[in-house]
């Protein structure tokens, strides 16, 4: 067994206007960091449009595709932009969820790391937002569990910002539970305690500015992983963002490398407690680059580690 990188160069074609924070040098730096890790690396094919529709309904495909530019840039609110390559990268991102779930379900890998920009978990059904243009995560998910035939699977989302998106495409999914820690107050201003979802399938906890990995891990062994247990997923989906570092110019929290360290290798090792390893991690945001790539490095090693 082994772990799976699904990257594809496309990313490199969502350009963004000078800038701004979500730019190609995040890819960049995330793979080169992964180079020396010798891990199974797989092309990320383009999603097909069928998977997308798990999801999102076909006229906001068709108003992303028309809005594409032909050169320069597109601006669909106030920081999603996209530009001639924008699509392709978002398509291939899509598809490499669908393919890393694949890979995992069939026994092909233990884990897999979707390394692919841009990131997906604040698209809402019909509604792009926050650097997001499709829901990689929830896509995930619901391959998982229309295709694959899975009973449960469970999303976790460690970004700094709330998983709006995410949430919002498996709220009326019993089959799915949807678990993100996160700063509050911080936009995009989702993400209480209250907000459950439609079947009690909704778990969020806000975290205060400040908090640190010490916090963080209480929180995580107290809440988390205990409703994770209850829930016996089949498949770990994780929305991996690393901008709960200390050092991201975007938000306050205060965690180091190595909370994300053994964040991952706690979600390692609830994925062999309860689902035979399987765990589906996909890259969310991350934005002061140094930051990014260490603790990018340091996941995956983990994941490396877990599938051996």
């Not at 460690?158 to 700063?183: C, I, M, P, Y």
């Not at 989702?190 to 916090?215: F, H, I, K, Q, S």
Request: glycine letters at 8%; aromatic letters at 6%.
């Amino acid at each position: 067994m082994t772990t799976a990188l699904l990257t594809h160069a496309d990313s490199l074609g969502h350009v963004m206007p000078p800038g701004h924070p979500e730019r190609v040098a995040r890819i960049e730096h995330v793979l080169h960091a992964l180079e020396p890790l010798d891990l199974w690396r797989v092309t990320a094919p383009m999603a097909a449009e069928d998977d997308l529709l798990r999801i999102h309904p076909q006229s906001y495909i068709d108003m992303l595709r028309d809005a594409v530019p032909a050169e320069g840039f597109a601006q669909l609110d106030a920081d999603t932009f996209l530009s001639p390559g924008s699509l392709d990268a978002a398509w291939r991102g899509a598809g490499a969820a669908v393919r890393a779930v694949d890979l995992v379900a069939g026994g092909e890998a233990r884990n897999a790391f979707c390394a692919m920009r841009p990131p997906g978990h604040h698209a809402e059904t019909e509604t792009p937002m926050g650097f997001c243009l499709f829901g990689n995560a929830a896509l995930a998910a619901r391959h998982a569990l229309d295709h694959h035939g899975m009973g449960r699977v469970a999303v976790v989302d460690f970004d700094v910002h709330h998983g709006n998106g995410t949430q919002d495409l498996l709220w009326d999914e019993r089959r799915a539970l949807f678990v993100s820690s996160h700063q509050m107050p911080l936009w995009p201003g989702t993400g209480a305690r209250d907000e459950t979802g439609a079947y009690d399938n909704v778990m969020n906890v806000p975290l205060a500015p400040g908090t640190d990995g010490a916090r963080m891990r209480t929180l995580y062994e107290a809440e988390v992983f205990p409703r994770l247990r209850a829930f016996a997923p089949e498949l770990i989906v994780v929305s991996a963002g690393f901008d709960a570092h200390a050092d991201d110019p975007l938000a306050n929290l205060d965690w180091q490398e190595e909370d994300f360290v053994w964040l991952t290798r706690e979600l390692c090792a609830l994925a062999d407690e309860m689902c035979g390893g399987r765990l589906v991690s996909v890259l969310e945001g991350g934005y002061d680059l140094t930051a990014l790539a260490a603790c990018t490095r340091a996941h995956v090693t983990e994941l490396k580690e877990a599938a051996r």
